[in-house]
T-cell receptor, first 113, second 116 residues
């Protein structure tokens, strides 16, 4: 069964600190993995997208890693800011067709001053 | 338009009433998706359009839910005889090439539906 699991479910960190969010998946055959940021009351916004051959991709203070062998991905946030408070959703696509997105339930990050 | 536009942003309706939710995708995006996000839950797929046709409507939870897309652009999700369990955020996304390569999905801000 194709699944995407994220951890932790929620996280509180101090402003300026780093954090790492985890995503494990069983989706096969794998096509790509995306990390989205969803602010409260808003739709998800894409942060990174990685294919099988990519191990790491950065977008400003966000760095995503992918280990396609162990089917794990992480999203590392450096020098967190209050505006990083949001839900971070891991989305994995398979190769079977057009409607092929599998969503994690997200990690709720709260950055406090 | 510049992004995916959804309306209304918030909708409160009485149980048993019908509601229509609208999605205006990015111009030129051929694929359009509807998802439902309940409190504390992940996104739940409802229906997918390629052009005006819906190759996959397997996620519609009951026959009270229907959707259409006209002109390969605007889509409307209709919920008839709303129930309290229909309360959720309904998100629409569009993409140029569905699910392929590095083409991302762009989401709208959603419609928050509350059935009282």
């Amino acid at each position: 069964k194709n699944q995407v699991e994220q951890s932790p479910q929620s996280l509180i960190i101090l402003e300026g600190k780093n954090c790492t969010l985890q995503c494990n998946y069983t989706v096969s055959p794998f096509s790509n993995l995306r990390w989205y940021k969803q602010d409260t009351g808003r739709g998800p916004v894409s942060l990174t997208i990685m294919t099988f051959s990519e191990n790491t991709k950065s977008n400003g203070r966000y760095t995503a890693t992918l280990d396609a062998d162990t089917k794990q991905s992480s999203l590392h946030i450096t020098a967190s800011q209050l505006s990083d408070s949001a839900s971070y959703i891991c989305v994995v696509s398979d190769q079977t067709g057009a409607n092929n997105l599998f969503f994690g339930t997200g990690t709720r990050l709260t950055v406090i001053p | 338009g510049a992004g995916v536009s959804q309306s209304p942003s918030n909708k409160v309706t009485e149980k048993g009433k019908d509601v229509e939710l609208r999605c205006d995708p990015i111009s030129g995006h051929t694929a359009l998706y509807w998802y439902r996000q309940s409190l504390g839950q992940g996104l739940e797929f409802l229906i997918y359009f390629q052009g005006n046709s819906a190759p996959d409507k397997s996620g519609l939870p009951s026959d009270r839910f229907s959707a259409e897309r006209t002109g390969g652009s605007v889509s409307t999700l209709t919920i008839q005889r709303t129930q309290q369990e229909d309360s959720a955020v309904y998100l629409c996304a569009s993409s140029f090439i569905p699910g392929q390569g590095n083409y991302g999905y762009t989401f709208g801000s959603g419609t928050r539906l509350t059935v009282v």
